[in-house]
């Protein structure tokens, strides 16, 4: 039997209830005399607004609420799936992970469920590895989600990162299919750059140890982004025999405006090919490429065979690419 391939045949998205704007943030941390500025905000990133979850809301919930909607856009019942792959950095326990309380959540009982941790990476991670699953043969059917709750890692002291971050969750459906949809994939990662972006408190005896709060050198961080997305790129048209110009549309992960024009610059593609999200979700870190993916496809510009270059860059430090046709 020839190798399977795997498409993608539905697309889901969840956002927390309330979407709070860069002014009224800026009112809620000069109360705390925090100075910062929607102007400042838009002009550096892009960012208008975020959404932020309360204080009841789980990754879990979040991440079946946009699973269950990429399930219903390919048709598929939950007892049908027999893979979940989930990306989070904000899990609701130490363990099960969140792709086991998903599981359960769904009523997908039965199908295999482990999480993926590459942080702002996880979800093209997360998508390659449920790829490789499904071109073995013995998976058929794959739910890949990135879910975070980044909020409740974020410093509300530290300008820095804290006006940075959304929660959100975004949802596909992988299934295996003698049509070609997944092209190329490839992952990336380097470790000795662990420092610039990172939550590094650990949990020991009951308390939590070291620093709970996400540290970003942030110029460090939109470095080394803007000089891997670029090659990243570059590889997986190569795998894939293709040149730029196949690209219908660029879907990368959603931190900061710049990175993404700069992206597009490097590679010579038009930025009116540039899903961009990040004004109204923030960096929703594994969430953010499922997201701008589920809105593109929903408000029609990504279409039935066209190519798709996704990409996740972040934490650890890693980075990836995955060029599909949809
Ligand atoms: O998802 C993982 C990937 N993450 C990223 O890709 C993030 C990559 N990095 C970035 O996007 C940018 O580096 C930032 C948006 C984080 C920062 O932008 P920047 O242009 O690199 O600003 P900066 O760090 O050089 O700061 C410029 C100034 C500083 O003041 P001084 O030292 O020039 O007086 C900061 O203190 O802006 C100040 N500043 C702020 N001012 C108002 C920093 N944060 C704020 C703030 N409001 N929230």
Request: charged share 20%.
């Amino acid at each position: 039997m020839a190798r399977p391939w795997s498409r993608i045949t539905g697309t889901g998205a969840a956002l927390p209830g309330r979407a709070v704007s860069n002014d009224e943030l800026a009112r809620q941390l000069a109360a705390r005399g925090i100075e910062t500025s929607d102007e400042w905000i838009v002009a550096r990133t892009g960012i208008r607004q975020r959404y932020i979850a309360d204080a009841s809301l789980s990754t879990t919930a979040l991440g079946a609420q946009a699973a269950r909607a990429a399930l219903q856009a390919a048709g598929l019942e939950p007892a049908a799936l027999d893979l979940i792959v989930l990306a989070t950095s904000t899990p609701d326990q130490i363990f099960p992970s969140t792709a086991c309380l998903v599981q359960a959540d769904l009523g997908a009982a039965g199908a295999a469920a482990f999480d993926v941790q590459a942080v702002c990476s996880g979800f093209v991670y997360g998508l390659a590895v449920a790829d490789a699953m499904i071109r073995t043969g013995v998976y058929r059917r794959a739910l890949v989600v990135g879910a975070e709750i980044f909020s409740r890692i974020l410093d509300w002291n530290d300008r820095t990162t804290c006006v940075l971050f959304g929660d959100g969750a975004g949802a596909v459906v992988l299934e295996a299919s003698e049509q070609p949809g997944i092209l190329a994939a490839r992952l990336h990662a380097d470790g000795t750059q662990a420092r610039i972006l990172c939550t590094a408190g650990r949990l020991a005896q009951g308390a939590v140890h070291g620093d709970p709060f996400l540290r970003m050198d942030g110029q460090a961080v939109f470095r080394l982004a803007v000089n891997v997305l670029d090659a990243s790129a570059r590889e997986v048209l190569a795998d894939a025999e293709l040149g730029v110009e196949a690209v219908d549309w660029l879907v990368p992960h959603q931190a900061n405006v710049r990175i993404l024009s700069a992206t597009a610059r490097r590679l010579g593609l038009a930025e009116s090919k540039v899903i961009v999200t990040v004004g109204q979700h923030g960096n929703t870190s594994a969430a953010s490429v499922p997201l701008a993916l589920d809105l593109a496809v929903r408000d029609g510009r990504v279409r039935a065979g066209q190519h798709v270059l996704l990409q996740g860059v972040g934490g650890g430090f890693t980075w990836g690419s995955v060029l599909l046709r949809f």
